[in-house]
T-cell receptor, first 111, second 114 residues
Framework: GESVGLHLPTLSVQEGDNSIINCAYS??????FIWYKQESGKGPQFIID?????DKRQGQRVTVLLNKTVKHLSLQIAATQPGDSAVYFCAAVTGGFKTIFGAGTRLFVKA | DGGITQSPKYLFRKEGQNVTLSCEQN?????MYWYRQDPGQGLRLIYY???????QKGDIAEGYSVSREKKESFPLTVTSAQKNPTAFYLC?????????????FGPGTRLTVT
């Protein structure tokens, strides 16, 4: 079946360093991708999205890269801060509706 | 403020009892969803509704039921037939109009059944 997976369940980085969280998806028809951040005991919050006709999109301190050839996307967080500690999910959307979520990578930021 | 509310935040029930989780949104979104989240796993879709008075089963609908009588509300009932109901339940909504297909999530309800 269709799947979205993350390469590492946990990632630990030093405060101030850049973080890179990876995600792979299986459906080549997926045309929209979203990264969510989920803090403990809360619902996921939107971080950034990207359409399949783009390969890079930047936000404030975050960048998403999309490689459709290998069905891979990544989230880069610049100058990681303690407040960035959370679980990060990627989601792949197909046909404007069907959404598959990955299991999440827990980011730990060391002071 | 527009958003999604879920209540209660924590819910405790005895095995064999049905329980209903509330989800309300004031975002004027047509689509609403219920997900279950277990430790170390991604979100699993229980039910979704694209329009009032219509809903479809997701990947793990057994033991759950929903209704969509109003656009703003999409309550989930966890029945006694659900074999492992203890989990974190998330409600979400989205606009069907595009261009963004982002789902907006509520704060979640943590259900514990003993």
């Amino acid at each position: 079946g269709e799947s979205v997976g993350l390469h590492l369940p946990t990632l630990s980085v030093q405060e101030g360093d850049n973080s890179i969280i990876n995600c792979a998806y299986s459906n080549s028809a997926s045309d929209y991708f979203i990264w969510y951040k989920q803090e403990s005991g809360k619902g996921p919050q939107f971080i950034i999205d990207i359409r399949s006709n783009m390969d890079k999109r930047q936000g404030q301190r975050v960048t998403v890269l999309l490689n459709k050839t290998v069905k891979h996307l990544s989230l880069q967080i610049a100058a990681t801060q303690p407040g960035d500690s959370a679980v990060y999910f990627c989601a792949a959307v197909t046909g404007g509706f069907k959404t598959i979520f990955g299991a999440g990578t827990r980011l730990f930021v060391k002071a | 403020d527009g958003g999604i509310t879920q209540s209660p935040k924590y819910l405790f029930r005895k095995e064999g009892q049905n329980v209903t989780l509330s989800c309300e949104q004031n975002l004027n979104h047509d689509a609403m969803y219920w997900y279950r989240q277990d430790p170390g796993q991604g979100l699993r879709l229980i039910y979704y509704s694209q329009i009032v008075n219509d809903f479809q089963k997701g990947d793990i609908a057994e033991g759950y039921s929903v209704s969509r009588e109003k656009k703003e509300s999409f309550p989930l009932t966890v029945t006694s037939a659900q074999k492992n109901p203890t989990a974190f339940y998330l409600c979400a909504s989205s606009s069907r109009q595009g261009p963004s297909y982002e789902q907006y999530f509520g704060p979640g309800t943590r259900l514990t059944v003993t």
